[in-house]
């Protein structure tokens, strides 16, 4: 059986990789506009509900007229925008949180992607929130550094013509009105009572991102040892194939002592890992900003939603 699929915003970063992804799948018949007619309400409409999965990977607003002009019941929306992912009646698209996460994937017929910072900071707060080992209430900081294609096309150019331009070769913080797109998931999906300080960087690489999260060991409500998390992350994602609770504090997962952004590249991969001492604890991810933080993530969720193996077409 050939399963209809249809990208709504082909033209884009995300888009692009997953018609790339899926071009070569035997199980997937790639439903495509043409260009003249991407903006064509009525053709798209055409095409969504001629669709079984459909991708989009559109603005907020674009995304949202989308899913308006879905009439057909059996059509499956995959959206990588923002506009659903705090929405309680879409199914928040990273299975590897827990059972609950996994089976409302499966059985629903709207999914979010999350955001890829989102998806490295929900991953090592949320167990640990909703267990109890970071207080819900905690004043969470939140750094990170990502590679240029995160920021789609415009950011892309700037960077690639700008190769000159001595600014664009150290690290850039923005979204420095504290308001990043990804904190209402953040916060929502972690189970925090309050917003993160979430400060992250643009950098002079294509793709690649890593996220830090610092924690005092004295505003834990019991005594956890950095060692002691780095345990509880390795048991709670025990069998996950995408997620890899790294060994502690070991000088193997460094580069002569540094932590890099890019060793997740072209993978759906997503790395934990604790490092710290008695006193404080740093945990750290890392994944491929257009794989497991975009593309990679959509596919999987649809893999996952149509029955099939989660890594079809990904590994």
Sequence with gaps: MKYKVFVDGQEGTTGLQ??????????????????????????????????????????DAAAKESVSLVTNSTT?????????????????????????????????????????????FISLMFPL??????????????????????????????????????????PRFYALGLSHKHLPEMTKISGLDYSPIFTPAVCNFYK??????????????????PKNIQEFLEEYYQGQRFVKVMPYNSESNLDNGFFGATKCNDTNILELYVFGNSDQIVLLSR?????????????????????????????
Aim: charged letters at 25%; proline letters at 6%.
């Design 18 to 59: 997953i018609n790339e992804r899926l071009e070569n799948r035997s199980d997937i018949e790639m439903l495509k506009i043409s260009p003249e007619e991407r903006k064509n309400p009525e053709k798209r409409k055409e095409l969504l509900n001629d669709s079984d999965i459909a991708f989009l990977c559109l603005p």
């Design 76 to 120: 499956r929306i995959i959206d990588a925008s923002t506009a659903h992912r705090v929405d309680p009646t879409w199914a928040y698209g990273l299975p590897e949180l827990s059972p609950a996460h996994r089976e409302k994937v499966k059985s629903s017929f709207r999914v979010a992607v999350p955001g890829c910072f989102a998806t490295c």
């Design 129 to 170: 929130v909703n267990n109890g080992i970071v207080p819900s209430d905690y004043p969470v900081t939140c750094q990170a550094v990502s590679g240029y294609s995160g920021g789609g096309k415009k950011l892309i150019e700037l960077y690639e013509t700008g190769m000159d331009n001595l600014d664009l070769k150290s």
């Design 208 to 225: 690649g991102m890593s996220v830090a999260v610092p924690l005092y060991s004295r505003l834990l409500p019991k005594k956890f040892s």
């Design 287 to 315: 994944l491929d900003n257009l794989g497991k933080g975009s593309s990679g993530a959509a596919i999987q969720n649809m893999n996952i939603m149509l029955g099939l193996d989660e890594g079809t077409g990904l590994v």
